[in-house]
């Protein structure tokens, strides 16, 4: 089941996939930090949501879910994501400063090894005081023994966020970040596996990248962006256009 975008909820997706059935998993989950940046995290009177608010947007929407619940999501979904990787097979989380000690453990928990913790320097700073946010950070586990196929990718990498006025998703991620990602942890001719694909910026990169894809997300509207997506994207290492 390669080249798919999948509707519904992941977990229930990912137990519908074959074991060791993929190379690589890179996603891109809420961080549930209080809001989309980081003055509304700063802002935020706690991780999570209040009830008020996730009556009015519902459960997982606008990062509405609390610490305690991506912790339990997120390792679900490791723990289904180690099932379907192959041995040496990477397993790449984006988060933030506030999340990673909470989320690290719990995934390592699920069977994999913590191998790395990759910088994504934006450029730029962004708003605030004090020292303003430049960087958001990708959790590196691995199954076993790792497998690299690229050697030219530090571990801290710059590229441009994706113009607001350009962004399809409100946490959109630049397919040539994420292109740079999945070059280093996948095979040439590997499934790489989104689980939770949003606009479908990985799967974009995967495309371009020449590789093969499975994506999951539950909202419809973001499964047809995604559709139209990776249909207009060219195949086999194009440079990303975005």
């Known amino acids: 089941m390669n080249n798919v975008i999948l509707q519904g909820d992941c977990i229930k997706k990912l137990k519908e996939l074959n074991d060791n059935s993929i190379d690589s998993v890179v996603t891109d989950p809420p961080y549930c930090s209080g809001g989309f940046n980081e003055t509304q995290k700063r802002m935020a009177k706690g991780q999570g949501i209040t009830y008020k608010q996730f009556k009015k947007t519902g459960w997982f929407i606008n990062d509405n879910m609390t610490t305690g619940g991506l912790v339990w999501l997120l390792r679900s979904v490791a723990v289904e994501s180690f099932r379907l990787l192959k041995d040496g097979g990477s397993f790449c989380v984006?988060?933030?400063?506030?999340?990673?000690?909470?989320?690290?453990?719990?995934?390592?928990?699920?069977?994999?090894?913590?191998?790395?913790?990759?910088?994504?320097?934006?450029?730029?700073?962004?708003?605030?005081?004090?020292?303003?946010?430049?960087?958001?950070?990708?959790?590196?586990?691995?199954?076993?023994?790792?497998?690299?196929?690229?050697?030219?990718?530090?571990?801290?990498i710059t590229e441009k966020r994706v113009s607001p006025t350009r962004?399809?998703?409100?946490?959109?991620?630049?397919?040539?970040?994420?292109?740079?990602?999945?070059?280093?942890?996948?095979?040439?001719?590997?499934?790489?596996?989104?689980?939770?694909?949003?606009?479908?910026?990985?799967?974009?990169?995967?495309?371009?990248?020449?590789?093969?894809?499975?994506?999951?997300?539950?909202?419809?509207?973001?499964?047809?962006?995604?559709?139209?997506?990776?249909?207009?994207?060219?195949?086999?290492?194009?440079?990303?256009?975005?």
């Open 167 to 242: 962004r399809l998703h409100q946490t959109e991620k630049p397919v040539q970040l994420l292109a740079k990602l999945i070059r280093v942890i996948t095979p040439p001719g590997g499934v790489v596996l989104d689980p939770f694909a949003g606009s479908g910026s990985t799967l974009v990169a995967a495309k371009r990248e020449g590789f093969s894809f499975v994506g999951i997300e539950r909202d419809p509207e973001y499964v047809e962006i995604a559709h139209i997506r990776v249909g207009e994207a060219p195949k086999g290492g194009a440079e990303d256009a975005i």
């Open 94 to 156: 984006f988060t933030d400063w506030r999340m990673y000690p909470h989320l690290a453990p719990a995934l390592e928990s699920s069977g994999f090894r913590l191998q790395n913790m990759i910088v994504w320097n934006k450029s730029q700073m962004g708003l605030g005081r004090g020292f303003r946010p430049q960087h958001e950070i990708i959790i590196h586990l691995v199954k076993g023994k790792p497998k690299f196929y690229d050697n030219k990718t530090g571990n801290v």
